[in-house]
């Protein structure tokens, strides 16, 4: 009867430190999961801010073209050049001029 007590307390030991390693295993593997799933959002995240930063760099560069194209529409030489060219007008004249008060 006391090897069965002996055999029965060595049983409930080996299951109560294979519950622990199974345990601490489960926790082994839910923390790298855990940690791999931040790296591949951290390494997702991380392309999504490169093509957002290479984005704003081809619309400022954009924005700073289209500054200078219109800079140069409103420039007073090309009107001027436009309106005698193609619209067939001439400076006025003195005498054409008239001041209002």
Not at 9 to 29: A, D, H, N
């Amino acid at each position: 009867m006391a090897a069965r007590n002996v055999k029965k307390r060595k049983l409930k030991s080996f299951r109560r430190r294979t519950r622990v390693w199974l345990l601490l295993l489960l926790v082994f593997v839910a923390e790298l999961l855990l940690y791999t799933w931040c790296r591949v959002q951290y390494v997702k995240i991380g392309y999504a801010y490169s093509l957002a930063t290479a984005d704003h760099q081809r619309l400022t560069d954009m924005q700073n073209k289209l500054k200078v194209e219109l800079a140069r529409l409103k420039s007073p030489e090309r009107i001027e050049k436009i309106a005698k060219q193609k619209l067939g007008l001439v400076t006025p004249s003195p005498e054409q001029v008239i001041t209002l008060p």
